[in-house]
């Protein structure tokens, strides 16, 4: 039998335990919005959009890089479309986790934007439509950087920028998937 005092201790530091599990359990869960498969079906009047794939030659990476400002994971891009507009899915870091978005360009312009999965603890705001409804119309300029200034959240900065960028990369990739 322990002593009262090691019990109670043992007791304490395993409810500590197991509220700490809790805690992150709640907080730092992914949260899926919408499957990637289902966005892309959304998009089109087809039912299932023919698939592509961008490579991403040297030239593409270049800009990449300079978009996002660091070097992309993949070496390749898939992506779906019909006529002229094409659905992304893309993946960047917030804070400390991906946040997977997806984005429908039709002539070289935003025509939707949805966060579908969320993997950070907080600044999921920016899944709400005030926030992307941003986003539409939204186009490249000379620079590759958005012809327009899109306004932040209040504790979703990292997050917000993410957002900017993937959204700067699907135009970009868009654009260069048109002109092959």
Not at 77 to 93: A, D, F, M, R
Not at 111 to 128: A, C, F, M, N, P
Not at 137 to 144: H, I, M, P, S
Not at 167 to 180: H, I, T, V, W
């Amino acid at each position: 039998m322990l002593h009262p005092g090691i019990a109670r201790r043992l007791r304490l530091t395993w409810l500590c335990l197991v509220a700490g599990i809790s805690i992150h359990g709640a907080y730092g869960a992914e949260k899926v919005y919408m499957e990637a498969a289902d966005f892309a079906a959304s998009a089109f009047s087809t039912p299932s959009p023919q698939t592509h794939v961008l490579w991403l030659t040297p030239e593409l990476r270049a800009t990449a890089v300079r978009i996002l400002g660091h070097e992309p994971a993949q070496l390749r891009q898939k992506y779906w479309n019909e006529g002229k507009k094409t659905v992304w899915i893309l993946e960047e870091i917030g804070k400390e986790e991906v946040i997977t978005a997806g984005f429908v360009v039709q002539d070289g312009h935003i025509e939707q934007t949805r966060v579908l999965t969320y993997r950070e603890s907080r600044g999921d705001e920016i899944r709400y439509p005030a926030f992307l409804n941003q986003f539409q119309g939204a186009t490249l300029a000379d620079d590759n950087h958005l012809n327009r200034r899109i306004d932040g959240i209040s504790g979703a900065t990292l997050s917000v920028n993410a957002m900017v960028r993937m959204s700067r990369l699907a135009l970009y990739f868009a654009k260069m998937a048109e002109a092959k």
